[in-house]
């Protein structure tokens, strides 16, 4: 049997190249017929024709005979032999693996879970991996030549190309796929395991034709895989992670139809944001500039917005809190709701506040509200005593008496003139509404 051309990924041979696609078609689609793949494949009869011809003596693709039709001459019909090789797949995590191996057509042999391991960058870690692999495949009620291939899921950063990995197992200079090849006599490709999870649920049709998705992958990390017109996509660097401004607008433009290309390009030229630079190389500012316009360039009538200014400088965050104003004076439809703890973002840019404590509201007011009418009384114990509390929010104890928060500041300068009364931002609200007592 011939599996050089299946497991090269040299793509520069046309007929290979071929037969890897018709194969591909087969596994996506399942059983089909000449003129099938040459409609999909856009190749004429003759050519397909040829090319299934050579896979069925490879074994690959067996003659189911004759389709069922309602009239006419009835075409064959050809699809995988589920035999004619088997695949590994091992999803490596922190304290366990879990391996299965598929028939030629994808249909499950064998699976073990949970299978215990402890992950770690040692070689004896590595050694007890290969060896529960090989375990695993002595155990197969298949010959171990038939198996084809094994594919490994390692998380962190994989460069499945040149076969190195970059967090787990770096400690020698030859690729990691190399050296468990030699460990495992077997061709051996390793893959980040939240792209490998994508692109198994794309497969399997979970996300139902969607040839543009985006996976999640919450274990004891968290990652993302990024499928774009039905391929992984990996990034200039080979690093989905690893991307520039231009990656990001370049799948935004993919995946969302409300994306403003020509607004986004414009913005990253006003803010100073290379296009072509890795964004792990931008300063913190850059990267939440970043995000506050990736969030804005489908003009949403809402944005969501969690701490988009923790952590920045006085200028950055100026930066960005002009850059939410503007958006809001674009269109007086748009509304942002913001979560917060920095104090002077809500003044300047929220009409209403909303204060939740231990997961309760506490305090719904207009922010105009809070700065023109709250304030803080500052009384002795005599003074307490004698006060008309009947717009007192809340009271703490002081070395002096008592600070009373009050929403109506007005009243008490009017009729205490002798007590004094300050004015009570937002930082004053916060902490007085949570740390104070009634």
């Known amino acids: 049997m011939n599996t050089k051309f299946l497991l090269s990924s040299d793509n520069n041979n046309r007929n290979e190249l071929l037969k890897k696609k018709i194969i591909h078609y087969y596994i996506a689609n399942g059983d089909a017929t000449i003129a099938d793949l040459g409609r999909e494949m856009d190749l004429s009869i003759p050519t397909v024709t040829k090319l299934v011809a050579e896979l069925q003596d490879d074994g690959y693709i067996l003659d ?7 009239g006419g001459r009835k075409p064959n019909i050809y699809g995988l032999n589920p035999a004619s090789g088997y695949f590994v797949g091992v999803d490596m995590l922190k304290d366990k693996l879990n391996i299965a191996a598929i028939d030629f057509k994808g249909d499950k042999v064998q699976l073990e879970e949970n299978i215990p391991y402890q992950l770690e960058n040692t070689p004896a870690s590595l050694e007890q991996f290969c ?154 500012g850059m990267k939440a500039k970043l995000r506050v316009l990736t969030a804005m360039t489908h003009h949403a009538k809402l944005l969501i917005m969690d701490e988009p200014t923790a952590g920045l400088d006085v200028e950055a965050r100026n930066e960005i809190l002009d850059m939410l104003r503007a958006y809001i004076a674009e269109d007086e439809s748009r509304s942002i709701l913001i979560t917060s703890h920095i104090s002077t973002d809500l003044e300047s840019l929220c009409d209403e506040l909303y204060l939740i404590h231990d997961g309760k509201l506490i305090l719904h007011e207009a922010t105009d509200a809070i700065l023109e009418q709250y304030g803080i009384l500052k009384v002795s114990e005599e003074q307490y005593r004698t006060l008309d509390q009947s717009s007192i929010l809340k009271v703490q104890k002081e070395n002096y008496g008592y600070a009373c928060f009050t929403n109506d500041k007005k009243f008490y300068q009017e009729n205490y003139p002798q007590i004094a009364v300050e004015n009570g931002g937002i930082d004053e609200l916060i902490l007085m509404m949570t740390g104070g007592y009634r």
């Open 131 to 284: 060896k529960i692999i090989d375990d695993f495949i002595v155990s197969l009620p298949v010959e171990r030549n038939k198996i084809l291939a094994i594919g490994v899921n390692i998380t962190g950063r994989v460069n499945p190309a040149s076969g190195y990995s970059y967090s787990i197992f770096y400690f020698e200079e030859k690729p990691l796929a190399q050296i468990l090849e030699e460990r495992l006599q077997t061709k051996v490709f390793i893959e980040n395991d939240s792209r490998a999870m994508t692109y198994g649920e794309y497969m399997k049709g979970v996300v139902q034709g969607e040839k543009n998705i985006l996976f999640v992958n919450m274990a004891w990390g968290l990652g993302l895989g990024i499928i774009i017109d039905g391929n992984l996509y990996y990034g200039k660097s080979g690093f989905s992670g690893e991307l520039t401004v231009n990656d990001v607008k370049h799948i935004l433009k993919k995946m969302y139809h409300s994306f403003d290309e020509n607004y986004f390009i414009k913005q990253s030229e006003n803010l100073k944001l290379p296009m072509n630079k890795k964004i792990k190389e931008f300063s913190t």
């Open 64 to 70: 189911f005979g004759k389709q069922e039709t309602n």
